[in-house]
């Protein structure tokens, strides 16, 4: 326990040392137990949330969905980081990546007090607060993605950063194609006027 | 030693916050307890049965509709229903089922309001003609009062290809409406025996919801469809305006003083979420379609309503 707080500590305030020895000790059931914390304390806070402003009928399935892709992102992203990684050059293992990418869940805590802090605020600031502070996070959260990457492959800053923007990328290109082909689509429809 | 206390202290901070949440959340003042306006969705063509249902999405099916219609009338803090019709007519018996639901509802004193969307028409009219209140916009396509049932007979086509069918049959009539063989003339009065039964009740509900004369329903009753401008001057619609003036016409109606808080019934599916509208008309205008082609081809035993406009004959 002393260990993993330690580790923890070392991951969200020492990035660069905390994901080193995390890619050194492989620990997967640590990693799991950061990466379940993670991504069931905001969905606890998420829950109050939607539970006070009456939206219960969408929370099962806010909370499905929040669990289902967490686990699915994180075990896809360490498989495809892996493969990216690798092809620029990257030499590591998908275990260590695996494990870093589970402690680089751990920023998604702060969620919860920061919440709590803006549900004192007024209602008109609320919005844009918590959007403000979502975005802070999953950025600390991509940061530590890098520093990951670096750390497990060995490799700059710079192509650690390229191995985690290339698969967004690729979506983001998919994307734009998609909507696209669905404009067009869309503004072929029969009007009825 | 100082990491694990940063650690620690940091664990206390997120208990003490979860906490405070639950706490704020528990206590906070429900919105279930102000009065409510409910929404509900006729939408597509309207059949008897449960539709679609799964975890995203209820779609299809008036077992649904009456299904959130009892849900609306047992919830205490609901005192009006906006009924959003956007559909092209359906089943008879359908109608009928949700017509009396609907009934059922104003009965126990609760107000029930339609918006017509793009079309609300025949068996959307029905249900419309149920109600204390009809909005539709100046453009919407309603009336098609009427019935038909839809019969195609293939016999030719079934001797060009060599299918020859044949029936043991109970009864002469049994196997009435087949595509097999032209309808005889005795089998012609008896489905429309029964396609004037069905019509005189779709006047008697007509009659009856916008105390009307029977006979002036008929005048308006030959089938057609009419905009919801024709349709105001004739009597088919009380005022024009989109959902939201029907909701601040309920909420006038049941009595609701402010700004009354809407509940909406029905889950959305994903992909309409993202793409809302155009899917929407997208998929009205596919069921129509598909439901007149379906018509066109069938080889009879349902008993549809529709609008002649879109009749594949």
Known sequence: ?193 | MHKKTVVILIIIVIAFSLGGLAFRSSHSKRPSQSEKIAIIYVEGVIVGGRGQSNVFVEQGGTDQVIKQLHEARDDESVKAVVLRINSPGGSASASQEVGEEIKKMRAKGKVVVTSMGDVAASGGYWLAACTDKIYANSTTMTGSIGVYVPYANWEELYKKVGVYQEKIKSGPHKDILSPERAMTNEERVIIQVMVDDIYNQFVGVVAEGRHMDESAVRKLADGRIYTGNQAKQLGLVDELGNMYDAIDGAAELAGIAGKPEIKEYGKQSPWNMLFGANEQVGSLLEKVILNQAKNALSSGGTIEMSTDQWQVR
């Open chain 1, 1 to 193: 326990m002393g260990s993993l707080l330690e580790m923890l500590y070392d991951v969200l305030f020492q990035p660069g040392m905390g994901m080193r020895n995390v890619a050194e000790q492989k620990n997967v059931g640590q990693a799991l137990i950061v990466f379940s914390l993670s991504v069931l304390l905001p969905i606890m806070a998420l829950y109050f949330g939607l539970k006070s402003t009456g939206m219960s009928a969408m929370i099962n399935v806010m909370i499905v969905f929040k669990i289902l892709g967490s686990i699915v992102l994180w075990i896809m992203g360490a498989a495809i980081w892996h493969l990216i990684a690798e092809f620029l050059g990257g030499m590591g293992t998908v275990v260590g990546l695996f494990t870093a990418l589970g402690f680089a869940h751990a920023p998604r805590i702060f969620i919860v007090p920061l919440w709590a802090l803006i549900a004192l605020m007024p209602a008109s600031s609320k919005p844009v607060l918590m959007t403000v502070s979502v975005l802070l996070i999953m950025l600390w959260s991509l940061s530590l993605d890098v520093v990951a990457i670096k750390e497990v492959y060995l490799v700059s800053t710079s192509k650690a950063l390229l191995v985690v923007i290339m698969p967004l990328l690729v979506v983001a290109i998919l994307g734009v194609i998609g909507v696209t082909f669905i404009g067009s689509s869309l503004s072929n429809m029969s009007m009825w006027l």
